[in-house]
């Protein structure tokens, strides 16, 4: 199925068009109304050199003037056999139609509401028939039987004609375009962005990716760079604020030759302030009892960090080298997101 997109936003068209494999741009007068477009030409001849097929309105009163606009378009140096005349169904819009297809042009008959103005428009020689999907069920009108009749009409009678389903205003559109065997569908790209997601293609590209940076990651490159360090001689109020700045619910306390004497965490804070009051600040912090380190190296893989996180139950392992503390590693950067 041809997959078009529907508008006349330049930034929209450029972003949709970057895909690479859409079929052409579909877009009308009301779309560059709206877009503030007053240069009508020189947006569609611009566009004829962004997008592999473009879709634009041919119109008239009558057919002789149809056939006039359309080739006054193509002298602007479109390619015709990359522009589609959009025309609304008509007698004489099929006339024009018609005309058109004689000249080896190629045409799309559109504003379809019923199979009786598709079938006309087929045997017009129509290159696409454009019933409007949306339009129609805002009326109350089943749209989708619709289109699954021109498509029917077109087998059944071997009509080289292409049936496109329009008017999308959802993603469950597109999914009853492909349903129906619609031949073509011009989407508009806000819709476009939605059909390929899905929150279980999320949950499972995420694990994925967390999997592979676990087995291909050093935990040296995981590290954020902060070093969560405070001397023993440093009172226990100033490594509050330290720890608050690094960031960790643990800071790592050394001597002055760089060792690691432990790690005091923010579970052993709220512990010393139940037993022994708000005193307990101006102590120097290595004068306190600390935890034994949980550590591991640099050149370790994140995977063996995640056994020790799954072991150990800890949020926080220090990371070393050579023996000595470089960083933290949260049991967040296992993600890297």
Known sequence: MELYLD???LKEIEEGFKLGFLTGLTTTPTFMQREGITDIDGTIVKLSKIVPVLQIEALGNTAEEVVEEAVRQLNLGLDPAKTVFKIPVSLEGLRACRMLRNKGLLVNVHLVYTLQQAYMAMQAGATYVCPLVGRLQDQGHDAVALVEQCVKA??????DTKIMFSSVR????????????????????????????????????EQFLTDTRLMTVRVGEAINGINPLVNADTNLKDAIVKMTEYGFGCITVVNDGGDVLGVFTDSDLRRLLQNEGQDILGRKIGSMEFKTPISIDTNALLNDAATIFKKTNVDTILATENGKPVGMLDIQDLKGF
């Open 7 to 9: 508008s006349a936003n």
């Open 154 to 159: 077109v087998e059944r009678y071997k009509y």
């Open 170 to 205: 959802n993603s469950e559109h597109v999914r009853n375009a492909l349903t129906v065997g619609a031949h073509t569908i011009t989407v508009p790209l806000k819709i476009l962005k939605t059909l390929t997601e899905n929150n279980f293609t999320t949950i499972g590209t």
